[in-house]
C-alpha cells in the first residue's frame, strides 16, 4: 500500500507539473515545486500533494520565474551554440564540437540542479544560481546521471509510441524522485552544518525518535 499510494503521488504530481508547465511562463514555479514534493516524498514528509505543490509554486514563484527566463536566454544561446557545433568541419571541428557538446550539458544538468536549490533553501536569485552551480560541481557524476534521467522519458516516448501514456504520467515527477535520492546527502549535509551555526534555527526534534536514533547509532558503533 505504501509503494502503491507513493506511484499513485508520483502520477499526481507529474500530472499537476505537466499542467502548471504550460503557460510557459510558469514552468520555472512549477519545476521548483516538483522538486520540492520530490525531496517531500522522499523524506515522508508530504502532508498533500496539491496542497504542498502550490504552496511551493506560490511561495518561490517571483524567484522561479526570473530564474526561468535567464535559463531561456542562455538555453537560446546555448541552441546557438550546438547549430553551429553541427555544422562545423575541417581540422579541429571534432574537439571543438566536442567542447561545446560538453558545456551545453553541463549547463542543462546545473539547470536542473537550481531548481531543488531553489525548492530547498531560502537565498537571492543570484545566490541560487551560485549554490545550484556550486551544489552541480560537488555532486558532478550525480548532477550528470540526474540528467540523464530526464532526458530517458522524451527520448523513449519519441521511439516507442506505446510508452507516451506512461512518460504522461511519471516523465518528470520519476526521474525528479531519482534524483532527490541522488541529492538528498548533499543537501542534509549543507542543512546540518547551517543548524551547527545556527542552532536557534533548528527544528524541534520529537524526543522518541530521536531517542531512537541514538540508539541506532550505539548498535552501528
Not at 57 to 76: D, G, P
Not at 88 to 114: D, E, H, K, P, Q
Amino acid at each position: 500500500m505504501v509503494i502503491l499510494t507513493k506511484i499513485a503521488d508520483l502520477m499526481w504530481l507529474n500530472i499537476l507539473t505537466l499542467i502548471m508547465c504550460i503557460p510557459v511562463i510558469t514552468a520555472g514555479a512549477a519545476l521548483t515545486a516538483k522538486d520540492y514534493m520530490c525531496y517531500k516524498l522522499l523524506k515522508n514528509e508530504e502532508a498533500g500533494i496539491t496542497k504542498g505543490f502550490f504552496h511551493s509554486f506560490k511561495q518561490n514563484f517571483r524567484q522561479a520565474t526570473i530564474i526561468w527566463l535567464l535559463m531561456l536566454v542562455v538555453i537560446v544561446f546555448i541552441g546557438i551554440d550546438v547549430l553551429f557545433a553541427i555544422g562545423l568541419t575541417g581540422t579541429g571541428s571534432n574537439v571543438i564540437r566536442a567542447i561545446i557538446y560538453a558545456v551545453a550539458f553541463f549547463v542543462y544538468v546545473a539547470c536542473i540542479m537550481i531548481f531543488p536549490v531553489l525548492a530547498r533553501f531560502d537565498n537571492t536569485v543570484k545566490g541560487t544560481i551560485r549554490s545550484g552551480l556550486h551544489m552541480t560541481v560537488a555532486i558532478l557524476p550525480k548532477a550528470l546521471l540526474m540528467g540523464i534521467l530526464y532526458v530517458i522519458p522524451p527520448y523513449v516516448g519519441l521511439h516507442w509510441f506505446a510508452s507516451i501514456p506512461v512518460v504522461i504520467m511519471f516523465g518528470i515527477s520519476a526521474p525528479g524522485y531519482i534524483s532527490a535520492m541522488l541529492y538528498r546527502k548533499a543537501f542534509e549535509q549543507v542543512e546540518n552544518k547551517f543548524y551547527e551555526e545556527h542552532p536557534e534555527l533548528a527544528p524541534e526534534t520529537d524526543p522518541v525518535e530521536e531517542a531512537m536514533q541514538e540508539a541506532m547509532k550505539r548498535d552501528t558503533n
